[in-house]
């Protein structure tokens, strides 16, 4: 674990919430950005890292240290959300580009682009996006853990709570799964 949290989850333990504090912004960012593909709804998102957080604290002195304190956050958070999701509706939600309308023209202030060129990564961002919506939510998100967010099989394992053979297994599938979508012509 990181020499860091690990001062500053002793210090919270000793009373410093100050402390916690600098944990909360050491990892709601990064917290955030993976919660937001999971609920794929910013307002969500930002409440399931809320409660993330107000859990983690009050169960900081169960916390092991035996993995990366990011990855438990990401575990409390991720169950969470899943929760979420159960509790609502399932919707799939075609505004890729999260409150922006997708027709209108992207300002571009950089003056060696091409035209258009913002537009076109958005339209391909949509299409991912839309891809990663047909997914199974198993195989969804073990793809979104890895290729988006970066982490390493290990840390998936524990989020999801399954051998890492199955991690492997799931996103060999996720892949394929989501060519085919992508490409349903095989080019």
Do not use: C
């Amino acid at each position: 674990m990181n020499a860091d949290d690990r001062r500053l989850i002793t210090a919270t333990l000793a009373g410093n919430t100050a402390a916690f504090g600098d944990l909360v912004r050491r990892h709601q960012d990064r917290l955030y950005n993976a919660v937001l593909r999971v609920v794929d709804h910013a307002e969500d998102a930002a409440d399931v890292v809320q409660d993330a957080f107000v859990n983690a604290y009050q169960a900081l002195g169960t916390f092991k240290g035996d993995s990366e304190l990011y990855t438990w956050l990401y575990r409390i958070a991720y169950n969470l959300a899943i929760s979420q999701m159960r509790k609502r509706r399932p919707v799939v939600s075609l505004d890729v580009a999260r409150g922006s309308d997708p027709t209108a023209d992207p300002i571009d202030h950089s003056a060696d682009t091409r035209p258009g060129e913002a537009l076109e990564r958005r339209e391909d961002e949509a299409g991912l996006f839309i891809a990663l919506a047909r997914l199974s939510p198993e195989h969804r998100d073990v793809l979104v853990m890895k290729d988006l967010d970066g982490q390493r099989y290990e840390e998936i394992a524990v989020v999801l709570d399954v051998p890492i053979g199955t991690v492997r297994s799931r996103l060999h599938r996720a892949r394929l799964e989501l060519r085919q979508i992508l490409e349903p012509d095989g080019k």
